[in-house]
């Protein structure tokens, strides 16, 4: 069974930065796919940034400049680098692991950015 676990997450201060680690277990292929995704309060969950074992990524525009999305294919893992928080950028960020058309979540990490 594929397991996607985050972390990572956390209270900081606005302008500050923060590391989150996502592992995928269970799985004995490499995902297609590694990304993050992030839900606010009363809001939908939005892309935030996607990476693939080929290298190509995708950034939401609000975080572009600002985020830094990488993975090690070898150990399943992706991470994001987010430097420059706002509070605008407070939200549960959840873990997206892609393989084969199929969707594997993680439970979710939260983010508090305080200004």
């Known amino acids: 069974q594929v397991q996607l676990v985050e972390s990572g997450g956390g209270l900081v201060q606005a302008g500050g930065s923060l590391r989150l680690s996502c592992i995928a277990s269970g799985s004995i292929f490499t995902m297609n796919t590694m990304g993050w995704y992030r839900q606010a309060p009363g809001k939908q969950r939005d892309l935030v940034a996607t990476l693939t074992t080929g290298g190509s990524i995708t950034y939401a525009g609000s975080v572009k400049g600002r985020f830094t999305i990488s993975r090690d294919n070898a150990k399943n893992t992706a991470y994001l680098q987010m430097n420059s928080l706002e509070p605008e950028d407070t939200a549960v960020y959840y873990c997206?692991?892609?393989?084969?058309?199929?969707?594997?979540w993680g439970k979710g990490t939260l983010v508090t950015v305080s200004s």
């Open positions: 997206l692991g892609r393989y084969s058309g199929m969707n594997y």
